[in-house]
């Protein structure tokens, strides 16, 4: 019997491979009484023939590879884990951060929730429209990301308002699958949502996206903000879409997500975002309307698909049955155009006077950064605002006026 037979059980595929780039030796396994026997032409004969060369090498690699498979072997594993290089999951998100104008209370659970998490927190009061707390404002500063599945509560909007679904309409999502407005908010179905965008189609879309405060800046008087950017036509990979299950082509930045959460918080009044950043501005602040939106009446719809969000579905790490009721969305993707994850979750609680908005966002190259793992962060956050009876009815102007005396 050949030495190659001799070998151990691991070693026998490599052996085998040896011989089939070999195929003089592969043939040398035959035994000279068996080519005889058999009427077989000599190896070295054969081996002058290039094609059945050919022909004993494929030979000897398919037989490799069943003996592979029969052995046990596994085949190497394939890694589906994408890694951006130079983008960061950890970091120290305060670095840069000037804190003298944020309501202490709110920033420091911020901060305390946020951790060492490349991201970004921005907490807004609903009905005034005053920024509470930028954490990294760097990051919230910048010119914008994909908004992945946070564009959502926008197409949803626009398809009640334009009549194209109701809350009872069923999509098919799947082969036996059919969901309803509420189930796909709650499980960010992609399919439901880019059957919506279809039938709305670019123009509608992007109209509602700008009504809604994107591609313009929603702040008053703040220099350092950014109007995001909203594309002049759909992708180009996976059209409109993508465009309304993913966000593609649009950029957008925590302020704006902050206005859409106040706006469908307080019941269609669009607030110009202030930060005001001396005493008197303070002490004197008043609220800007910037718009008032008619979509009053859709709003429970929306509601609905965002609170079973917090409840069993994306943002389900959010949800504190002990706290304030909290409603929200969340958005997980591949940012196309800086590289890298994204993690969304853009928020308001409680549902039936709203105090606070918090909108998440955090970046990074690992599976960590997520939109669920950004509901998580913001849990944190109403959990301890709870616990500090934040929550607790209070004239906010008196609590504008504590904070800034804690800050001077």
């Not at 060492?116 to 914008?144: C, W, Y």
């Not at 591949?334 to 609680?349: C, I, M, P, T």
Request: net charge positive.
């Amino acid at each position: 019997m050949s030495y190659l037979y001799c070998l151990p059980l691991l070693n026998r595929n490599l052996a085998l491979i040896y011989h089939c780039a070999a195929p003089y030796q592969f043939l040398t396994l035959m035994t000279w009484s068996m080519y005889k026997e058999n009427n077989l032409l000599r190896p070295t004969i054969m081996l002058r023939k290039p094609a059945i060369r050919e022909v004993i090498a494929l030979f000897c690699l398919l037989f490799a590879g069943a003996i592979g498979i029969a052995s046990g072997a596994r085949p190497p594993r394939r890694s589906h884990r994408r890694h951006a290089r130079g983008v960061p999951s950890y970091s120290d998100p305060t670095q840069y951060d000037q804190t003298q104008f944020d309501d202490p209370v709110v920033r420091q659970i911020a901060v305390n929730a946020l951790g060492h998490a490349n991201g970004s927190v921005v907490a807004v009061d609903p009905e005034t429209g005053r920024i509470l707390t930028i954490v990294n404002q760097k990051m919230a500063f910048s010119a914008g990301f994909e908004p992945c599945s946070t564009i959502k509560p926008v197409i949803a909007l626009a398809g009640l308002k334009e009549g194209v679904i109701t809350r009872d309409s069923m999509i098919k999502v799947g082969r036996r699958r059919y969901v309803d407005l509420t189930e796909a908010m709650a499980h960010s179905n992609n399919e439901f949502f880019a059957q919506v965008g279809a039938r709305l189609g670019f123009a509608r879309v992007e109209e509602y996206a700008r009504l809604l405060g994107l591609g313009s800046r929603v702040g008053y008087n703040i220099p350092e903000e950014q109007p995001g950017a909203l594309p002049l036509a759909p992708p180009l990979f996976g059209g409109i879409g993508r465009m309304s299950s993913f966000g593609s082509g649009i950029r957008i930045t925590p302020f704006q997500l902050a206005s859409l959460a106040s706006t469908l918080a307080n019941g269609g009044t669009e607030y110009y975002l202030q930060y005001p950043r001396t005493v008197a501005e303070r002490e004197n602040f008043t609220p800007r309307v910037r718009q008032q939106l008619n979509i009053a009446p859709l709003l429970p719809d929306l509601r609905e698909g965002m609170l079973a969000a917090v409840l069993y579905g994306t943002a389900k790490q959010s949800y504190d049955p002990d706290g304030e009721q909290t409603l929200g969305k969340t958005g997980t993707c591949n940012d196309e155009s800086l590289g890298g994850r994204l993690g969304w979750f853009v928020s308001y609680a409680d549902e039936a006077h709203p105090r606070i908005v918090v909108v998440v966002l955090i970046r990074g190259g690992s599976r960590y950064v997520s939109g669920p793992h950004a509901s998580e962060i913001a849990g944190r956050m109403y959990r301890e605002l709870s616990v500090r009876n934040y929550f607790v009815e209070e004239p906010r102007n008196s609590r504008y006026a504590a904070s800034a005396g804690a800050s001077q």
